[in-house]
């Protein structure tokens, strides 16, 4: 059973940090695209940041948001992706989820691109 479960999130301050961690069980994702995607209250799920496949290279993407301050990575051999985020700002509050999809070499970070999602973890940036 494929699952993904996230990690990480938490009440920061304004300018604050956080690493949110996404480890995946029942499938190994060398040959998944993965990503994080976000949903705030009232508001669609959108992209925040996603990477293709690493035998395809796993070129990334990010929303212009969250450009300069949010990096995506991946560590195969723990099959855990993670999200780090620096400078964190009010309106980066929202539940973050984890996705992945086999076989996609340079995801576009929209939400019908992915069908294995995680639960969610939230993330409040507020003084």
């Known amino acids: 059973q494929l699952q993904l479960v996230e990690s990480g999130g938490g009440l920061v301050q304004p300018g604050g940090s956080l690493r949110l961690s996404c480890a995946a069980s029942g499938f190994g994702l060398d040959y998944y695209a993965i990503g994080w995607f976000r949903q705030a209250p009232g508001k669609e799920r959108e992209g925040v940041s996603c990477m293709g496949s690493s035998n395809s290279g796993g070129g990334t993407n990010y929303a212009e948001s969250v450009k300069g301050r949010f990096t995506i990575s991946r560590d195969n051999a723990k099959n855990t992706l993670y999200l780090q985020m620096n400078n964190l700002k009010p309106d980066d509050t929202a539940v973050y989820y984890c996705?992945?999809?086999?076989?996609?070499?340079?995801?576009?970070?929209?939400?019908?691109?992915?069908?294995?999602w995680g639960h969610g973890t939230q993330v409040t940036v507020s003084s």
């Open positions: 996705a992945a999809q086999p076989f996609i070499n340079r995801p576009m970070c929209v939400t019908e691109e992915f069908n294995y």
